[in-house]
């Protein structure tokens, strides 16, 4: 069974320029989960879909983050614009119910300059 | 709000030890408890999954458990090996709430 797919894998970009990261999670999964890790700290959600309607998008900033899982498969995140504390590993999760088992892609890490 | 925290930040031991990682949550009104490995630059590695009903669970070498009433988990490493080095975290659910992660372990074995 394939895992959880992720990419880009690494990212580099200036402050306020914008970046896009995809994740497709693994086959039969309703929940799909993308968390920010700041070096250092546990992973925060940002936002918890439940097929493609949003669950949870509580700690997401709103102002420059966006997401959408169209199809309710495959999954974006948007910033626009970057800011430097943008700087972080995204991780995308998918479980197949909304209380199960969380199975993580490899992550994007991603660089403001 | 729960809070998850974890002790110590880091640890480094022999090879061939038994260890004992710790993770405390505030709030033990919980779903379920799952410890994950993160090793450098990668994902989370799903380790042991507990549920609230349940009091510990088994995997290889790994023994995780739980003590709702006390707010407190611990994940058990037999015979440690160099392989078993990284980081391991703990996660709290509340019912179909987000998860809350501690901040990690991050586990050195010397060989």
């Known amino acids: 069974e394939a895992g959880v797919a992720q990419s880009p894998r690494y990212k580099i970009i200036e402050k306020r320029q914008s970046v896009a990261f995809w994740c497709n999670p693994i086959?039969?999964?309703?929940?799909l989960y993308w968390y920010q890790q700041i070096l250092g700290q546990g992973p925060k959600l940002l936002i918890q879909?439940?097929?493609?309607?949003?669950?949870?998008d509580s700690q997401l900033p709103k102002d420059r983050f966006s997401a959408e899982r169209l199809k309710g498969v495959d999954s974006t995140l948007k910033i626009q614009p970057a800011k430097l504390e943008d700087s972080a590993v995204y991780l995308c999760?998918?479980?197949?119910?909304?209380?199960?088992?969380?199975?993580f892609g490899p992550g994007t890490r991603l660089t403001v300059l | 709000k729960q809070e998850v925290t974890q002790i110590p930040a880091a640890l480094s031991v022999p090879e061939g030890e038994n260890l004992v990682l710790n993770c405390s949550f505030t709030?033990?009104?919980?779903?379920?408890l799952q410890w994950f490995r993160q090793d450098p630059g990668k994902g989370l590695t799903s380790l042991l999954l507990?549920?609230?009903?349940?009091r510990e669970q088994t995997s290889g070498r790994l023994n995780a458990s739980l003590d709702k009433s006390s707010g407190r988990s611990t994940l058990y490493i037999a015979a440690s090996q160099p392989g078993d080095s990284a980081t391991y975290l703990c996660?709290?659910?509340?019912?179909?709430?987000?998860?809350?992660f501690g901040q990690g372990t991050r586990l050195t074995i010397n060989p």
């Open positions: 999760a998918s479980s197949f119910t909304g209380t199960g088992e969380q199975f």
């Open positions: 086959s039969g999964h309703a929940t």
């Open positions: 879909f439940q097929n493609n309607g949003v669950v949870d």
């Open positions: 709030d033990s009104a919980i779903y379920n």
């Open positions: 507990i549920q609230s009903s349940q």
């Open positions: 996660a709290v659910r509340k019912g179909a709430q987000k998860l809350v």
